[in-house]
C-alpha cells in the first residue's frame, strides 16, 4: 500500500512539475506586462503595487485555502490510485491471506417423484432355411449373437436372447426387462430460502451465506404396494454444501451416490403420502434460483418464500413473486411465490443489485476533491448569508482536515467493509473540521462530506444527488428569504 502510494504521488508530482513550464511562460509574460505598464505610467504602477502590499498578507492567508484544496485534491487522488492498484492486486492474485467464498450464482432444480416399474420388451427374426444351411456351414447360429448387440444402461433387470429352430425355418428371440420410471406429481412443495449477505474487509467481493430447507410430500398413486423413487438435484454454483440432510418420513438418509443427486427408492402402501425434507448450507453470490422443470410442468401446491437482507430484482420472463414484504428502508425483504394448480415452464430467478466494489471505490475517490472544494465554497456562502466571522486560516485546517478523513476512509477499506470504513472516515474527517472551523459550520461540512456517501447506495446515487442539492438550495434560499423578513 505505502509502496503504491509512494509511486502513485511520484506520478502526481511528476504531473503537477509538467505544468511548471507553461505556468512559468505565463508569469513570465505577466511580469512583463507589469514593466511595461510602469515604464508608461509609472503613478498609476506605484498605486497598485501600494494596494497590492497593504492586501499582500490578506490574500497570502487565503492562498493557504487554496493550497489545502489542492493538496487535499492530491491525497484524496493518490489515495485513489493506490486502492485501485491494490484491488486490482488482490483480484488478480493466486493466492490470499482470507477465504474467498466457495459459491457464486445458485441453481436449484425441483426434484421429481416417480413410481417404478418392470416391463419386459420381446423381439423376434425369422431367418429362411437358405441363411440357417449356410450358418451351418460356416460353424453354427451362434456366429450371429454379436451382430445384434448388446442394450445398455443401469435400467436392465434381465436380459434372454437365443435361436429355436421351426421346421426349416431360424427364429431369433430377444427377451429385455426394464426398470421404467412413471412421473408422479408433488403433492405439496413449501420451500424456504435464508439468504443473509456479508460484506468482508479488504474490498473483496460481498456475498451471502444462505440456508434452503424444503418439505415436499407425495402419494403412491398404485391401488396396491410399489416402489417409488425421490431424486433431489444437488445445486449448481453453490460450491460446498454443509449440513446435507435427507429426511423421509422422518428417517435421515445419508447421501452416497450423487451422480444423479440424492436419490431415495422404498416400498410405499397403497395410497400412503410420503413426506420429504430437504436441508443444506452454502455460499453464494449475485443471485439465486429456481427450476421448476425444463418443460411445461404441472405445479399442484407450491409455495416458495425467500427471506433476503438485500434488494432484489427478479430475471425477465420468469416467475413474478405474489407477494412481498419490504422493511422501512427497503433493505431487507421477504418474497414469496404461492402457486396451485398450474402448469408451467417458468422459473424463478432473483438476482440481488451488487455493483463492482473497485468501480464504486473508484466513483468515491473521483467524488472526493470535489466535495473537498465543495466544502469550502459551501462554508463561505454559509459564512455569507448567516453574516458569520470566516477567517483563511480556520477554514484551511477544516478543509484539510476533512480531506484527511476521506483519506482515512479509502485506507480503512483494506481493513473493514467498504461502508462501515468510509463512514468512519466522514466522522473523523467532518470531527476534525469542525474543531478548526467551528461548530456555526457544521450543517454545510456535512453537505459537503455526505457527497462520497451516495455512492454507497447503489443505483440511487443519481437521486440523492439531486436531493441533496435540493436541500443544500434550500437552506440557502430560506435563509435569504428570512433576512429580506426581518429587513421589511
Not at 503613478?43 to 490578506?58: D, K, N, Q, Y
Not at 417458468?346 to 438476482?351: K, S
Not at 455526505?450 to 442539492?469: E, K, M, N, R, T
Request: hydrophobic fraction near 45%; charge should be positive.
Amino acid at each position: 500500500m505505502v509502496q503504491t502510494a509512494l509511486n502513485a504521488l511520484l506520478d502526481a508530482l511528476s504531473s503537477v512539475l509538467a505544468l511548471a513550464r507553461p505556468l512559468a511562460v505565463i508569469a513570465a509574460g505577466l511580469l512583463v506586462a507589469l514593466l511595461l505598464v510602469g515604464l508608461l505610467d509609472r503613478e498609476r504602477f506605484r498605486a497598485g503595487l501600494s494596494w497590492l502590499g497593504a492586501r499582500l498578507p490578506v490574500l497570502g492567508r487565503w492562498a493557504l485555502v487554496a493550497l489545502a484544496i489542492g493538496t487535499g485534491a492530491l491525497a484524496l487522488n493518490v489515495t485513489r490510485r493506490a486502492v485501485d492498484a491494490r484491488l486490482g492486486a488482490q483480484q488478480s492474485a493466486r493466492y490470499a491471506n482470507a477465504a474467498d467464498p466457495d459459491g457464486g450464482q445458485t441453481t436449484q432444480q425441483a426434484p421429481r417423484a416417480s413410481l417404478l416399474k418392470s416391463t419386459t420388451y420381446t423381439r423376434s427374426i425369422t431367418l429362411p432355411a437358405e441363411v440357417y444351411a449356410r450358418l451351418q456351414v460356416n460353424g453354427g447360429w451362434e456366429t450371429l449373437l454379436p451382430y445384434f448387440g448388446n442394450p445398455d444402461g443401469q435400467t436392465v433387470q434381465d436380459f434372454r436372447e437365443g435361436f429355436t429352430r421351426r421346421g426349416r425355418n431360424l427364429t431369433y428371440t430377444r427377451d429385455v426387462t426394464l426398470q421404467t420410471e412413471e412421473p408422479v406429481n408433488l403433492d405439496t412443495s413449501t420451500v424456504l430460502a435464508d439468504l443473509k449477505f456479508v460484506d468482508p474487509a479488504g474490498g473483496r467481493s460481498t456475498y451471502y451465506n444462505a440456508v434452503f430447507n424444503a418439505d415436499y410430500t407425495f402419494t403412491n398413486p398404485q391401488a396396491e404396494a410399489a416402489t417409488l423413487r425421490f431424486a433431489f438435484p444437488l445445486p449448481d454454483g453453490s460450491g460446498t454444501l454443509s449440513g446435507f440432510k435427507l429426511t423421509v418420513n422422518g428417517q435421515a438418509y445419508r447421501a452416497s451416490d450423487l451422480a444423479g443427486g440424492s436419490v431415495w427408492t422404498g416400498e410405499v402402501a397403497a395410497g400412503q403420502a410420503v413426506k420429504v425434507n430437504v436441508t443444506y448450507r452454502h455460499q453464494g453470490a449475485k443471485g439465486w434460483s429456481y427450476l421448476l422443470g425444463q418443460r411445461r410442468e404441472s405445479v399442484k401446491n407450491f409455495d416458495l418464500t425467500i427471506n433476503a437482507d438485500r434488494p432484489a430484482k427478479f430475471q425477465r420472463y420468469t416467475l413474478f413473486p405474489t407477494s412481498q414484504t419490504r422493511t422501512a428502508l427497503g433493505m431487507a425483504q421477504v418474497l414469496r411465490w404461492q402457486l396451485e394448480d398450474v402448469i408451467t415452464a417458468q422459473d424463478v430467478a432473483v438476482v440481488f443489485t451488487q455493483g463492482s466494489i473497485r468501480e464504486t471505490l473508484g466513483k468515491l475517490g473521483l467524488v472526493g476533491p470535489l466535495a473537498v472544494l465543495l466544502s469550502a465554497l459551501l462554508c463561505a456562502g454559509w459564512a455569507i448569508s448567516r453574516r458569520l466571522k470566516l477567517l483563511p486560516l480556520p477554514l484551511a485546517g477544516a478543509v484539510l482536515g476533512l480531506s484527511l478523513g476521506l483519506v482515512l476512509g479509502g485506507v480503512l477499506t483494506f481493513y473493514l467493509p467498504v461502508i462501515v470504513a468510509q463512514l468512519l472516515g466522514v466522522v473523523v474527517g467532518l470531527a476534525l473540521a469542525v474543531t478548526a472551523l467551528g461548530r456555526p459550520y457544521l450543517v454545510p461540512l456535512v453537505l459537503a462530506a455526505v457527497i462520497p456517501l451516495v455512492f454507497l447506495s447503489g443505483g440511487h446515487a443519481s437521486l440523492l444527488l439531486v436531493l441533496l442539492a435540493g436541500a443544500t438550495l434550500l437552506l440557502f434560499v430560506r435563509r435569504e428569504g428570512m433576512s429580506k423578513g426581518l429587513k421589511v
